[in-house]
């Protein structure tokens, strides 16, 4: 019977259930994934299960912790993201959390692009930490993004994006998230992405500012390959800011929209 254990294929005995397995393999594992979920409870082994055996407090070896890491993700799931790229034009609030989101995924390939550098106002809301005040976004978060997984590839751009680069930096992205703050970015970027890429799904946000009700946020289509995320109505503004909760929200219903084309299933 073939099974997944750490992701690598492994022959498991027939009638084998998933105590046994780690009695023979990892005695003392203490966190057991059973198709993506931790259980207690014993279980029998079926064909094309997939297990991950963990003993907490041990570092694994680097040849086995990139499958650790992507234990409790839905079985099949870490595959195909693996072959997938994403382009992220502007790395703030919104930007930042969603490359954060997509690299804890294990998205193959994140293309990060911002000309800014990090200022305090940005630390309220953005992936960045003190002692990173002053260095270029892209740079500072790549260097974050890859603390949390280094098996991720990223792409770094510090640059400000125009129609012109544009084509040049997101050539071949799976699917392109607008992360913008500015009204004329934001329309700038739909255009020439759309232009030179009309097949490729690009995943835009708008309306997130202040402490609203988080369920006012959803998630509209515009034509065939445009999704818009947030109110479309609370902008930044005197008397309405722009904080954590809300941009987060945001941010992670952008990420999940992505993980969902890329999976097919949006």
Do not use: W
């Not at 992205?173 to 232009?195: H, I, N, S, Y």
């Not at 930044?236 to 990420?255: D, K, S």
Request: proline share 6%; with cysteine.
């Amino acid at each position: 019977m073939r099974i997944y254990l750490n992701e690598c294929p492994v022959d498991a005995e027939e009638g084998e259930t998933l105590h046994a397995l780690r009695d023979r393999v990892k005695p003392g594992a203490d966190v057991l994934v059973y198709n993506g979920a931790a259980v207690a409870d014993d279980v029998a082994l079926a064909e094309g299960d997939r297990v991950a055996l963990i003993r907490r407090g041990e570092t694994p070896p680097a040849d086995e912790l990139e499958a650790l890491m992507v234990a409790r993700h839905t079985p099949g799931v870490h595959e195909r993201v693996k072959r997938s790229a994403v382009g992220i034009a502007g790395l703030g609030g919104l930007g930042s959390a969603v490359a954060v989101a997509l690299a804890r995924v294990g998205v193959g390939r994140l293309v990060l692009a911002d000309f800014d550098v990090v200022e305090p106002s940005n630390l309220n809301r953005q992936q960045y930490f003190i002692d990173q005040l002053g260095l270029p976004k892209a740079e500072a978060l790549a260097a974050n993004l890859r603390r949390i997984n280094p098996y991720v590839e990223y792409e770094v751009h510090a640059v400000r994006l125009v129609p012109e680069n544009i084509p040049l930096l997101f050539p071949d992205v799976d699917v392109m998230v607008e992360a913008f703050d500015r009204a004329d970015q934001k329309a700038m970027l739909l255009q020439t992405f759309g232009a030179h890429f009309p097949q490729t799904p690009l995943v835009a946000a708008s309306g997130l500012a202040g402490y609203g009700p988080g369920e006012t946020i959803g998630v509209r289509k515009l034509g065939k390959r445009v999704f818009v995320v947030g109110d479309l109505a609370t902008s930044a503004a005197p008397g309405c800011g722009l904080m954590a909760p809300r941009v987060g929200i945001a941010a992670h219903m952008q990420a999940n929209l992505v993980l969902r084309l890329l999976l097919g299933a949006a």
